[in-house]
């Protein structure tokens, strides 16, 4: 069965159709790729403008930041630094000294002190005393916070409280027997 012929304008729209199918198909095919070659490298250029835009305000604000951080490094190193001393046995003897000076003002007893072996790291080392006191229970917490206190900073290791027996006195309050170990940073000079 064969088609019968078809009229002159309706080849004419049948060969139209044709030719508007080739070129949309040739479009899609060959002249949208090569549209969004050159579309896609604009967006990047755009994203990265405003990322490069981004950067330049961050770089603007360096200077400020470094000042900041300068004084901020400043206040730190006056704040934490290790005690100084020729020998971790002369930073040992201004602990001990500072360590009796709180003991005594706040209304305890010193009795005695020891230097504890204490390896440090690296140029910093580590200084560790352990001390004995008597007194009430306010003066080994004054005593505490004197400790805390301190600067530079003063660790405490450990605490000990031993309490003597009740005497016939019960109404006064008891001296406690008070070992404390309590440990620093030094910053010895190079040798």
Do not use: C, Y
Request: proline share 7%; net charge positive.
């Amino acid at each position: 069965m064969t088609m019968p012929p078809l009229s002159r304008p309706a080849r004419r729209l049948l060969a139209v159709s044709i030719l508007l199918l080739v070129l949309l198909l040739g479009w899609s095919a060959v002249v949208a790729p090569l549209i969004a070659l050159v579309e896609a490298p604009q967006a990047d250029i755009a994203a990265l403008s405003e990322e490069l835009r981004g950067l330049n305000a961050i770089l603007a604000r360096g200077p400020v930041l470094e000042q900041t951080a300068r004084r901020l490094r400043t206040r730190l190193a006056a704040q934490a630094s290790g005690w100084r001393g020729s020998s971790p046995t002369a930073v040992a003897a201004n602990i001990q000294n500072l360590v009796r000076q709180a003991v005594l003002m706040n209304g305890g007893q010193f009795r005695s002190t020891s230097e504890v072996h204490a390896p440090g790291k690296g140029a910093a080392q580590r200084v560790a005393i352990q001390f004995q006191m008597e007194g009430p229970i306010e003066a080994l917490q004054k005593t505490l916070e004197a400790i805390e206190a301190a600067r530079p900073s003063l660790f405490i290791d450990s605490v000990t409280v031993s309490a003597p027996a009740w005497g016939a006195n019960r109404n006064q309050r008891p001296n406690l027997a008070i070992t404390i170990g309590v440990t620093a940073l030094t910053e010895l000079p190079p040798s």
